[in-house]
């Protein structure tokens, strides 16, 4: 039997895909539900006042907290896809990187202090492994030239957004019902179910990922664990001398320097790859039109994780959340966005289907641009929201609602196309590697949105409509400049498919 009839039996058995698909999405469905869930009370935990439970600190800090945690969620997805490369594989990366996630929500259920943030770094080291791996995954489902690549990310996306409705939903119930730690406990539940099922189902992976792509020496092996046992010694130190005062810690600079070691990282790395890594002429023109699309992706998540910050407190402090008696906890705002990908998901993955049934593909660039400039006018619709929150009035749902239609439309455009990107694009040898540094853009992203979120200080609220256009405008003219290059990068898109 040929591989290519193996593969076609399997297809028919997860929506026209195969069936290790469904192992993957249900994996990654109940650890964003874990993700998710707590990311949305983050914030809003670390504002509340001690008395209310919460940690009672100002919202530039909390910004500045929340802009690394979820930068460094996604800044360790660079060592986790080099540690699945080379030395455990992708099925490994994402058994032991859930286990560690799911420990970390564990000890957030715990009503102290100090482990919140012991917590907190335990689901930035085990997200590290199993997000990059995870998508990586996916994309080594499917061969280089077959169509169907980016209707299966946007499956997998699918998955990514049911389990963070499920944790908006039963996480925000339960913190406005039970309390704080119950909803962070509910999370931890939703990770172990994840891995339950990862274990269950990983045959149906065939092998993908069972063993790392680059074979080391036995020496070599045994200097990167040294290495990696050294890094977890060192953070363990530090954490203990911030837990007993010996060092301070300035969420603020910290998360400054974070975005500037990040973005160097990121540059490094992607072009350490380009010039240093024996790639082909062909490999390089791939490379910069997948340049083009990180690019885009920094800006996009620079605008689109406002929602668990600054949206999010807009949610809490500016909206009318009040049904006759009930009030809406604000995460369940935040869940439209999840919402509205489910609903538009299966439609956009029959467009992209469809267009390229007819000849007509747009480029990776020119999707990512043009879901940049949507996210972007989802601001427009702030500044509006904004101005009349400056007037003294509570803003009706629907303005928020309107603003996560228009960055579910752009997210929709953008990331599952640009995860499809990194997997297409990339030298097959250095796949890991480019889907972590492809992560990176995430973290810089989503620290350059906790510093943006610091700005808006709740007891000036007459600055927000400034602040959401400026971000806005700024961000269409960067979709417009990258849709521009991509007149000229998008042959060489094609270049992957020969």
Same mark, same amino acid.
């Given at each position: 039997?040929?591989?290519?009839? $193996?593969?076609?039996?399997?297809?028919r058995q997860f929506f026209g895909h195969p069936k290790g698909l469904k192992t993957l999405f249900l994996t990654e469905m109940w650890e964003r539900m874990s993700y998710y869930g707590m990311r949305a009370m983050l914030v809003l935990f670390m504002t509340a006042s001690i008395q209310e439970g919460g940690l009672g600190i100002t919202v530039a800090t909390a910004g500045a907290i929340y802009g690394l945690y979820t930068g460094s969620v996604y800044l360790l997805g660079l060592p986790g896809g080099w540690m699945a490369d080379r030395l455990i594989g992708g099925q490994k990366a994402i058994w032991y990187g859930g286990i560690i996630i799911m420990c970390?929500?564990?000890?957030?259920?715990?009503?102290?202090?100090?482990?919140?943030?012991?917590?907190?770094?335990?689901?930035?080291?085990?997200?590290?492994?199993?997000? %990059?791996?995870?998508?990586?995954?996916?994309?080594?489902?499917?061969?280089?030239?077959?169509?169907?690549?980016?209707?299966?990310?946007? #499956?997998?996306?699918?998955?990514?957004?049911?389990?963070? #409705?499920?944790?908006?939903?039963?996480?925000?119930?339960?913190?406005?019902?039970? /309390?704080?730690?119950?909803?962070?406990?509910?999370?931890?539940?939703?990770?172990?179910?994840?891995?339950?099922?990862?274990?269950?189902?990983?045959?149906?992976?065939?092998?993908?990922?069972?063993?790392?792509?680059? =074979?080391?020496?036995?020496?070599?092996?045994?200097?990167?664990?040294?290495? @990696?046992?050294?890094?977890?010694?060192?953070?363990?130190?530090?954490?203990?001398?911030?837990?007993?005062?010996?060092?301070?810690?300035?969420?603020?600079?910290?998360?400054?320097?974070?975005?500037?070691?990040?973005?160097?990282?990121?540059?490094?790395?992607?072009?350490?790859?380009?010039?240093?890594?024996?790639?082909?002429?062909?490999?390089?023109?791939?490379?910069?039109?997948?340049?083009?699309?990180?690019?885009?992706? @920094?800006?996009?998540?620079?605008?689109?994780?406002?929602?668990?910050?600054?949206?999010?407190? !807009?949610?809490?402090?500016? $909206?009318?959340?009040?049904?006759?008696?009930?009030?809406?906890?604000?995460?369940?705002?935040?869940?439209?966005?999840?919402?509205?990908?489910?609903?538009?998901?299966?439609?956009?993955?029959?467009?992209? @289907?469809?267009?390229? =049934?007819?000849?007509?593909?747009?480029?990776?660039?020119?999707?990512?641009?043009?879901?940049?400039?949507?996210?972007?006018?989802?601001?427009?619709?702030?500044?509006?929201?904004?101005?009349?929150?400056?007037?003294?009035?509570?803003?009706?749902?629907?303005?928020?609602?309107?603003?996560? !239609?228009?960055?579910?439309?752009?997210?929709?455009?953008?990331? %599952?196309?640009?995860?499809?990107?990194?997997?297409?694009?990339?030298?097959?040898?250095?796949?890991?590697?480019?889907? /972590?540094?492809?992560? #990176?853009?995430?973290?810089?992203?989503?620290?350059?949105?906790?510093?943006?979120?610091?700005?808006?200080? %709740?007891?000036?609220?007459?600055?927000?409509?400034?602040?959401?256009?400026? @971000? /806005?405008?700024?961000?269409?003219?960067?979709?417009?400049?990258?849709?521009?290059?991509? #007149?000229?990068?998008?042959?060489?898109?094609?270049?992957?498919?020969?």
């Amino acid at each position: 039997m040929t591989t290519e009839t $193996t593969i076609n039996d399997v297809e028919r058995q997860f929506f026209g895909h195969p069936k290790g698909l469904k192992t993957l999405f249900l994996t990654e469905m109940w650890e964003r539900m874990s993700y998710y869930g707590m990311r949305a009370m983050l914030v809003l935990f670390m504002t509340a006042s001690i008395q209310e439970g919460g940690l009672g600190i100002t919202v530039a800090t909390a910004g500045a907290i929340y802009g690394l945690y979820t930068g460094s969620v996604y800044l360790l997805g660079l060592p986790g896809g080099w540690m699945a490369d080379r030395l455990i594989g992708g099925q490994k990366a994402i058994w032991y990187g859930g286990i560690i996630i799911m420990c970390g929500h564990i000890v957030l259920a715990i009503p102290n202090e100090n482990t919140f943030y012991i917590g907190l770094i335990l689901v930035v080291l085990g997200t590290g492994l199993l997000k %990059p791996n995870i998508g990586a995954l996916v994309g080594q489902l499917y061969s280089k030239v077959d169509t169907r690549r980016d209707s299966g990310y946007t #499956l997998y996306y699918l998955g990514i957004n049911l389990g963070s #409705l499920i944790g908006y939903m039963v996480c925000g119930y339960l913190r406005i019902n039970v /309390g704080w730690h119950w909803a962070f406990g509910a999370a931890a539940v939703g990770m172990g179910l994840g891995l339950i099922q990862f274990y269950l189902t990983t045959p149906e992976l065939k092998g993908v990922g069972a063993e790392p792509t680059v =074979k080391m020496s036995e020496k070599a092996q045994k200097l990167s664990w040294t290495v @990696i046992g050294a890094f977890m010694l060192s953070l363990t130190f530090i954490t203990v001398l911030l837990m007993n005062g010996t060092m301070t810690f300035n969420a603020a600079v910290v998360a400054d320097s974070f975005a500037i070691i990040a973005t160097s990282l990121f540059f490094i790395c992607f072009f350490a790859i380009f010039f240093f890594g024996n790639t082909s002429a062909d490999e390089k023109r791939q490379l910069i039109s997948l340049l083009l699309v990180c690019i885009a992706s @920094i800006f996009f998540w620079m605008g689109f994780e406002q929602a668990g910050s600054s949206l999010n407190l !807009f949610g809490q402090d500016y $909206t009318q959340r009040m049904i006759g008696t009930f009030e809406i906890p604000p995460e369940w705002l935040q869940s439209a966005n999840s919402f509205f990908i489910i609903t538009l998901s299966p439609f956009i993955a029959a467009l992209w @289907i469809n267009l390229a =049934k007819k000849m007509i593909t747009p480029s990776y660039g020119i999707k990512c641009a043009l879901g940049l400039i949507i996210m972007a006018l989802g601001f427009l619709v702030m500044f509006f929201a904004a101005q009349i929150a400056a007037s003294g009035l509570k803003v009706a749902p629907y303005w928020l609602i309107a603003t996560y !239609f228009l960055h579910t439309v752009g997210e929709l455009c953008l990331s %599952p196309v640009a995860l499809s990107a990194v997997s297409k694009l990339s030298p097959k040898r250095f796949a890991g590697q480019m889907m /972590g540094i492809f992560v #990176l853009t995430y973290s810089i992203g989503n620290v350059v949105a906790g510093r943006l979120a610091g700005n808006f200080d %709740p007891n000036n609220v007459s600055e927000m409509p400034g602040l959401y256009l400026q @971000i /806005g405008l700024f961000t269409i003219a960067v979709g417009v400049v990258i849709a521009v290059l991509t #007149l000229k990068t998008r042959k060489w898109e094609k270049l992957a498919e020969s």
